[in-house]
């Protein structure tokens, strides 16, 4: 069995038309700050912190996030995970997150930044229901070097696998090994450093939203030199992919896609979520 | 050994009707902008298509369907085939593979009755897995007696042969320089067919992020001879 470094348990619920805890739990180097209420919505916001600092050699993660019918909630990071060198062996963090038919989940964390010699591996579980509406970013950074070199970590694996009603939805799997990949070339990162992805699911999507996000990443991308693409999932819902050479510019571009969905999909207007 | 040979020279024919040639899988947006503009730029493309993305779908899919014939396990087929489906991410890269898919499942079917390849025509009629070219080819080459490494092999250049016909008429190259990019391409296709066979199932659909890019962008390029 698995000896987790830090394990979360997180089940929210909508109670009166507002969301709140059912059961929190969290032990070791993982916590959550008290839940945030960022408008009257009823929409709740949760923080995830590591006390630690950052994610260490071996180091195990887990969360496991349940939202209930109706329940609404934002999940976000206090700041960047970073992960130290890992010389023995790697570090992991797994996710799994179940949403029932009515609930609303986005899961917004900081960008990740991988030190030298690190290897790491993210594996992100989505189960949903028919009805229920998942919201999912990540930025991949060309990390840290004490010598300012790129890519110096050794290897970054993100996963993600999407289910609706039990039938794969999506699955993402992202590898970035810099020593045995020509990562700078065509095909691949293309001379860019740092690449961003959203995933939305959602019954509610139509082409007139994703025209609408494609415009807007336009927009935002301000002529800089950034690629980006936007297209519909095999189910309700659609996938960005942006090429850049900032987290700042990553940020900007999908932090506009993601208010106009919340306009959209929830009548909201976010709040800013970045804390420094 | 002659008989199989002459079956998968038709298999692996760059003419067959599968509907391949009406797709560029994001070739046509490096064409139009002008990223792609010869042999040369298009020999880097084919070979980050064949090595980071062909390998990690196709060839990995190819191994796993050998593995799941030779266990007899049809059900493994169809979940090899839906996750196929839903690690690609852009919609008309998948929407077309499903197509070939379909194409190849057709024709292949009338060419040969083996048994897996009828139950696997059951299955994506009953709608339970979404066909796919990887895994049409990995069946059909399975019941003329191919190994896995041959299957993966001539999968691979049937593909790569398809996508230099198409090349040569879009970026346009001539036809020579088109058979001698094939020529030259042979020992990167036999290192990648050899190196997919050694790939862990944990590396499945690994994407190329400038690949896929290209493949969603190519839904609003403004002058398309593809349908990806």
């Known amino acids: 069995m698995t000896k987790w470094t830090g394990e979360l348990i997180l089940s929210l619920e909508d109670r009166a038309g507002k969301t709140v805890a059912r059961n929190v739990y969290f032990q070791g180097a993982f916590k959550v700050m008290r839940p945030i209420y960022h408008d009257d919505s009823g929409k709740v916001c949760y923080y995830l912190l590591n006390p630690g600092g950052g994610y260490l050699d071996g180091d195990r993660y887990r969360m496991e996030i349940t939202a209930e019918p109706g329940a609404q909630v934002t999940l976000t990071t206090q700041g960047a995970t970073k992960v130290y060198k890992t010389p023995k062996d790697h570090a992991y963090q797994e996710t799994t997150m179940s949403l029932k038919s009515g609930s609303y989940l986005e899961y917004l964390p900081d960008p990740l930044i991988a030190y030298k010699n690190a290897t790491y591996r993210q594996k992100n579980i989505v189960r949903m229901e028919r009805g229920a509406t998942f919201l999912y970013t990540d930025i991949l950074t060309p990390g840290w070097s004490p010598d300012g070199g790129q890519f110096a970590f050794d290897s970054v694996r993100l996963i993600n696998e999407i289910y609706v009603d039990g039938e794969p939805a999506v699955f993402d799997n992202i590898r970035l090994s810099p020593a045995d990949q020509r990562v700078g070339g065509l095909g691949f990162m293309e001379g860019y450093t740092h690449l961003g992805s959203m995933i939305a699911i959602g019954e509610q999507t139509t082409d007139n939203l994703v025209d609408a996000l494609h415009g807007l990443l336009a927009e935002t991308s301000e002529g800089d030199q950034v690629k980006f693409g936007i297209s519909r999932l095999a189910v309700p819902g659609f996938s960005i992919r942006i090429l850049a050479r900032s987290t700042g510019k990553i940020e900007k571009m999908l932090n506009a896609c993601h208010k106009r969905i919340s306009e959209e999909w929830l009548g909201l207007t976010p709040a800013s979520l970045r804390k420094y | ?228």
């Open chain 2, 1 to 228: 050994m002659t008989e199989r040979l002459l079956a998968l020279f038709q298999l692996c024919d760059s003419n067959l009707p599968t509907g391949s040639f009406s797709h560029s899988f994001g070739l046509e947006t490096y064409i139009q902008d002008n990223t792609v503009t010869d042999s040369e730029s298009f020999e880097e493309w084919l070979s980050c298509y064949l090595e980071e993305q062909l390998a990690y779908t196709d060839g990995i899919a190819c191994r796993m369907v050998y593995d799941a014939l030779e266990a007899g396990d049809l059900d493994a087929v169809s979940a090899i085939g839906a996750k196929l489906h839903v690690q690609n991410l852009p919609r008309e890269t998948r929407q077309g593979t499903r197509m070939i898919g379909e194409g190849m499942l057709k024709l292949f079917s009338r060419l040969y009755d083996f048994p897996f390849l009828t139950d696997y025509g059951r299955l994506v009629k009953e709608k339970r897995t979404v066909p796919h070219p990887a895994i049409v080819f990995a069946i059909t080459a399975h019941g003329l007696g191919c190994s896995r490494e041959e299957a993966v092999l001539y999968h691979f250049y049937g593909t790569v042969s398809g996508l230099i016909q198409n090349a040569v008429r879009a970026i346009p190259l001539g036809q020579t320089a088109g058979q001698m990019l094939l020529n030259r391409i042979r020992p990167l296709l036999r290192q990648t067919a050899e190196k997919a066979l050694t790939l862990p199932d944990e590396d499945f659909g690994l994407v190329a992020p400038g690949l896929e890019l290209s493949q969603m962008q190519h839904e609003r390029v403004n002058v398309r001879i593809f349908m990806s």
